[in-house]
């Protein structure tokens, strides 16, 4: 499901992984739901709506990230593909009309775009895991009529974020984000940008006692800034929640991996009612990955252990949406092997709605579900026409 993502962004874990005593304030609360109750099925759900097929050729793979709607039309990246191969930014509109709107990989801009684009003021703002000055990875933004312009190119020094795999996110008119690599430690950086390219280092994980290697972006609330990473070497070194301020003071929320708690979280987290909720890509009941909660001060609550039964879901890599206050999602696994959609509430009640299909069907679902008037889009890696990947449509049950 994530090759391409991370096609450029592979970072041995072992040797940057270790055992020190856990830090911050946290609780782990496994649910003491049984299996039945954590996971039902949906009774005959409307399958989803393909709205545009991708083909290998000019497309390339949609990337994990999803969509952003913007005045009627949506717009998203392709991990490669285009002009050169090496991605594109792309609009569809409600005919499902495609247009390539730019292709990455001429000269010294950014090339394959996997962070997905932040729409800021009608102008989408996103980034690329290589490309730049320094083939590092770049912050870019580009109009809705296809107008781009390189903001920053990363690695331009020794103590400078290298790799950005997520996309962007703004507080106060400022753009805030991570790099999977770089920093003086290698592990991972926290950074500012401006809308005019001055960026700003926040952070740099220190492989001692903090997270290492951020996958997922970060979600601003109340004006501080929420992230996890995919290794640790704290606790049992399998990721962490952090919380920053704008001033840089990183503190370390929650530790993953003790006893049944979920394991190497790789998304974004979300925000609902003033408690955060994200997911895990292994740990949990059945090591598939979980679905959880934690609070702004550390209190984390593991919602449901995916693979309960061999119809549920596994190994959740996208960040959960909400809609009507519960949570929606979309991973692997299902009782054909090719993904499902779920929604999750508060409490930890999970009910998968759909089943992916094989081709022609969409699936393989690979980027977070994005909530229009009750209605969910996003992005499969497979089938449609062509068999390379769709945007769909689901109305849930």
């Given at each position: 499901?994530?090759?391409?993502?991370?096609?450029?962004?592979?970072?041995?874990?072992?040797?940057?992984?270790?055992?020190?005593?856990?830090?911050?304030?946290?609780?782990?609360?496994?649910?003491?739901?049984?299996?039945?109750?954590?996971?039902?099925?949906?009774?005959?759900?409307?399958?989803?709506?393909?709205?545009?097929?991708?083909?290998?050729?000019?497309?390339?793979?949609?990337?994990?990230?999803?969509?952003?709607?913007?005045?009627?039309?949506?717009?998203?990246?392709?991990?490669?593909?285009?002009?050169?191969?090496?991605?594109?930014?792309?609009?569809?509109?409600?005919?499902?009309?495609?247009?390539?709107?730019?292709?990455?990989?001429?000269?010294?801009?950014?090339?394959?775009?996997?962070?997905?684009?932040l729409d800021v003021d009608g102008v989408l703002?996103?980034?690329?895991?290589?490309?730049?000055?320094?083939?590092?990875?770049?912050?870019?933004?580009?109009?809705?009529?296809?107008?781009?312009?390189?903001?920053?190119?990363?690695?331009?020094?020794?103590s400078d974020g290298q790799i950005p795999v997520?996309?962007?996110?703004?507080?106060?008119?400022?753009?805030?984000?991570?790099?999977?690599?770089?920093?003086?430690?290698?592990?991972?950086?926290?950074?500012?940008?401006?809308?005019?390219?001055?960026?700003?280092?926040?952070?740099?994980?220190?492989?001692?006692?903090?997270?290492?290697?951020?996958?997922?972006?970060?979600?601003?609330?109340?004006?501080?800034?929420?992230?996890?990473?995919?290794?640790?070497?704290?606790?049992?070194?399998?990721?962490?929640?952090?919380?920053?301020?704008?001033?840089?003071?990183?503190?370390?929320?929650?530790?993953?991996?003790?006893?049944?708690?979920?394991?190497?979280?790789?998304?974004?987290?979300?925000?609902?009612?003033?408690?955060?909720?994200?997911?895990?890509?292994?740990?949990?009941?059945?090591?598939?990955?979980?679905?959880?909660?934690?609070?702004?001060?550390?209190?984390?609550?593991?919602?449901?252990?995916?693979?309960?039964?061999?119809?549920?879901?596994?190994?959740?890599?996208?960040?959960?949406?909400?809609?009507?206050?519960?949570?929606?999602?979309?991973?692997?696994?299902?009782?054909?092997?090719?993904?499902?959609?779920?929604?999750?509430?508060?409490?930890?009640?999970?009910?998968?709605?759909?089943?992916?299909?094989?081709?022609?069907?969409?699936?393989?679902?690979?980027?977070?579900?994005?909530?229009?008037?009750?209605?969910?889009?996003s992005t499969t890696l497979g089938g449609g026409?062509?068999?390379?990947?769709?945007?769909?449509?689901?109305?849930?049950?």
């Amino acid at each position: 499901m994530r090759d391409a993502r991370l096609a450029l962004a592979l970072i041995t874990l072992a040797s940057a992984m270790g055992c020190s005593p856990a830090t911050g304030t946290y609780a782990v609360r496994p649910s003491v739901m049984s299996s039945a109750q954590q996971m039902a099925v949906a009774d005959a759900p409307i399958p989803p709506t393909i709205l545009y097929s991708f083909a290998s050729t000019p497309n390339g793979l949609p990337d994990p990230s999803g969509l952003t709607f913007v005045n009627g039309v949506f717009y998203g990246t392709t991990f490669n593909g285009g002009a050169n191969d090496k991605g594109t930014v792309f609009s569809l509109d409600s005919g499902g009309n495609e247009t390539t709107l730019y292709s990455f990989g001429s000269g010294t801009d950014g090339t394959f775009p996997s962070g997905g684009l932040l729409d800021v003021d009608g102008v989408l703002y996103g980034t690329t895991q290589k490309g730049g000055a320094y083939n590092y990875g770049t912050v870019f933004s580009i109009t809705p009529s296809g107008t781009y312009t390189l903001l920053y190119s990363f690695g331009g020094s020794s103590s400078d974020g290298q790799i950005p795999v997520a996309g962007l996110t703004a507080l106060n008119g400022v753009l805030y984000g991570t790099t999977l690599t770089g920093g003086t430690t290698t592990y991972g950086t926290v950074f500012s940008v401006t809308r005019r390219g001055v960026e700003t280092v926040m952070h740099t994980f220190n492989g001692y006692n903090d997270g290492l290697l951020p996958e997922g972006g970060l979600v601003a609330l109340d004006g501080i800034l929420y992230g996890t990473t995919r290794g640790s070497r704290i606790g049992a070194g399998e990721g962490v929640v952090y919380s920053i301020t704008p001033g840089g003071t990183e503190t370390i929320l929650h530790s993953f991996g003790s006893g049944t708690d979920g394991a190497l979280p790789y998304s974004s987290l979300v925000a609902l009612h003033g408690v955060l909720y994200g997911t895990t890509t292994l740990g949990g009941l059945n090591n598939k990955g979980t679905a959880f909660s934690i609070t702004t001060t550390g209190t984390e609550t593991v919602l449901h252990s995916f693979g309960a039964t061999p119809a549920d879901g596994v190994t959740p890599y996208t960040n959960l949406t909400v809609f009507h206050g519960e949570l929606y999602g979309a991973c692997g696994g299902g009782e054909n092997g090719l993904g499902t959609i779920y929604r999750v509430t508060t409490n930890g009640y999970e009910q998968v709605l759909y089943h992916f299909r094989k081709s022609p069907a969409a699936n393989d679902p690979n980027a977070p579900l994005l909530n229009l008037n009750g209605v969910l889009y996003s992005t499969t890696l497979g089938g449609g026409t062509n068999n390379q990947g769709t945007v769909f449509s689901f109305t849930p049950p």
